[in-house]
């Protein structure tokens, strides 16, 4: 869509693009991040206050403000600040800019233990068209989402003549309304890299890593930092704690749509054993702009010579579920390799976005939602069982 | 061995760790690549006149200079100058250094065309222990060899405390008796990265990238540069040109050591249609410590679904060479799978080199050197034949 149908607020340097992200390991930070065209007193300031409060012991936090320039585009002052020890299950209002330009927003973290409820929106390779607008809108207007999963592939900019960065922007416009009032974590695609040595932007995620914050190295090779990152995080995950392990990676494992068929293959022969060792609940991946949910399924018997190269049913192994379907300027992904493969469950291009509702440490059911003209249409959906507490096959 | 082994040359302020490499694509550019400790007038200029000249029309060049800081290590001041438009077939000496400080070396630029013989040494993960020295003489020893592949693993220095970065240039001063005088093309190995959060060094490649001059950008991923690299390098291989067509990787793809056992299996699955597409003739490896050759097979069938993933025969498939036997820190790695796999065709947990003589556009005889005492033994020998000119199986 046109960058008019985005407009910066009103008011003289008002701050846009506001989102929010996840700010510790606990669930009492969170990450504001937003746009000022000038960097002037007041503009890199975050106040903020419990709602049922009067606001007169207000907190004020100073951002981190960084700004880029790519080709023949500068950005505006990007800033991010964390705010902290927040309390659960309490909302919050928060306040950015100054004078007669102020914005407020609200945010709640929600209460945290291993049985709580919890549902997540899944969106991914989102960009910013007609389509776009209508997942997104389709999204908020069930009131059930408390934070989005987004797999990557965010503003497409990079579609655009020289990487149009003017697109970051709008898209920043674009996903506010949501993402300015929950967490949305971001997992990185391949549209956020932006190399383009003919126009000498050769630094790889340089407008992503300064508008948006969450790991981003890129790499599947044993001796590089995203393994050894990987080998910590599984360390550290307590299921007594968060009993549900999700992944958000961007290229699909299991996929049999022929487009991007078998681009997975590098990162999934290196990580693969280790997903089924740990019992991850749910891969979602973007990239391929279809939908598609596998069975519990691995393919990790391989040794080279003994010919055990094909999927096959495993209940430690997480269901796979490509969710490249949020509409951008790219199009549907139509044609699906036939006939159907044992390990694909459920698999449409469509338009749409997923919902996980957690509803225990054993439970969560899981949707997913074709957009619909002006509404979304539950189309797959299945009860989860964690494979941590409850190994069980499911049942659709 | 103690860096007392390697002792810099004396003199005042004289260059040392003096190395060459291809400077060009047409064979008539040098890169001359020198330390000095202090960065004087003159130290960072190279002189060089036709050996059979009276010298008198000599020319000079001036180096690129840079220095590192690792930790609590500070480089010397490392100088790289291309030196151009030689002859071909033409012996040249070149002279770095100042006042009585000067060393002079030479080297000779072969003649260029599809039927010229040329032979080069393979050798890789080669430290700097006695072991390696005993490679190293043994490889200089045959004065065939006129350049050397380097499969990755230079200079073992992150095995010592802190990375310790002396152990760098007492590796430049160990290999300068050959790379002084003959091109070693520098492929980059794991132990080339140091990353070392730690001591907050977080710059891949930092020394590595100071020190030698190569393509270094590690990457696996469709969308990253190393892959559009390689699409683009393939394209400009001109088989009437070059009739050989050989790549250095790092991690091998055909190993049946148990070390770094299917390590390899991320950039096989991603590059390997591409090899036996181009017809690639030989592919050396490093990262195992012992020696290993492959028959000429490819495992490009699989397509998830159809169990097609066991090595065949292919005569349109490479010869896979694991060499990394140099002999360095971490000693040998001597358990093989059991049985020997049908993919291999010889393997021994020896150190040594090996010596690829191209004969002409069609026939290049390959022969594997193991560490005897103070000799090389010729242990594995191929007549191998060109895959574009000769495409037939190959006999012993």
């Known amino acids: 869509m046109s960058l008019e149908t985005f407009p ?15 700010g510790d390991h606990n669930g009492r930070g ?21 709602a049922s409060s009067d606001g007169s012991d207000n907190k004020s936090v100073i951002a981190t403000t960084s700004s880029y320039r790519y080709f023949d585009y500068t950005s505006g002052y990007l800033h991010h600040a964390i705010i902290k020890e927040l309390e659960y299950k309490t909302k ?10 102020t914005r407020q927003f609200n945010l709640t ?16 390779d989102l960009g910013q068209t007609y389509a776009s607008n209508q997942t997104l809108y389709n999204y908020m207007s069930n009131p059930k989402g408390q934070a989005v999963l987004f797999a990557g592939d965010l503003s497409y900019a990079d579609d655009h003549p020289n990487h149009d960065q003017s697109k970051w922007d709008s898209y920043g416009r674009f996903v506010e309304p949501s993402a300015a009032y929950q967490p949305w974590i971001w997992a990185a695609g391949n549209h956020e890299i932006d190399y383009a040595q003919s126009i000498g932007e050769t630094q790889p995620f340089k407008p ?4 948006y914050h969450v790991p981003y190295r890129a790499s599947q090779n044993k001796y590089t930092p995203q ?28 996929n049999s749509n022929n487009y991007h068929y078998m681009e997975g293959e ?12 740990n019992k991850v609940d749910i891969v979602f991946a973007g990239h391929v702009h279809a939908y598609e949910r596998s069975e519990r399924v691995s393919n990790i018997q391989y040794n080279i010579t003994d010919g055990m190269s094909t ?74 069982k964690n494979r941590y507490y409850l190994p069980e096959e499911e049942t659709i």
Not at 92 to 101: M, V
């Open 8 to 22: 910066p607020p009103a008011g003289y340097n008002a701050p846009e693009q506001v989102h929010i992200t996840q």
């Open 30 to 50: 969170m990450i504001i991040s937003w746009v000022t065209s000038l960097n002037e007193d007041g503009s890199n300031v975050v106040t903020y206050w419990i």
């Open 92 to 101: 919050y209002f928060y306040e950015l800019g100054t004078g007669r330009s």
């Open 109 to 124: 973290p929600p209460k945290v233990g291993p049985d709580v409820p919890y549902t997540f929106g899944v969106i991914g």
């Open 208 to 211: 992503y890593k300064n508008r």
């Open 227 to 254: 393994n050894s990152w990987l080998q910590d995080e599984f360390k550290k995950v307590n299921r007594s704690e968060t009993p549900w392990l999700i992944v958000l990676v961007h290229a699909p494992w299991y």
């Open 266 to 277: 590098s990162m999934r022969v290196t990580f693969e054993p280790w997903f089924v060792e």
């Open 311 to 384: 999927p096959v049913k495993d209940q430690n192994a997480p269901v796979y579920i490509t969710i490249g379907d949020g509409g951008n300027i790219e199009g549907i992904a139509n044609i699906f390799t036939d006939p159907q493969p044992s390990y694909s469950a459920f698999r449409e291009a469509s338009f749409g976005h997923a919902l996980l509702e957690i509803k225990n440490r054993t439970h969560a059911h899981y949707t997913w939602h074709r957009n619909k003209e002006d509404e979304a249409v539950i189309a797959d959906s299945i009860w989860l």
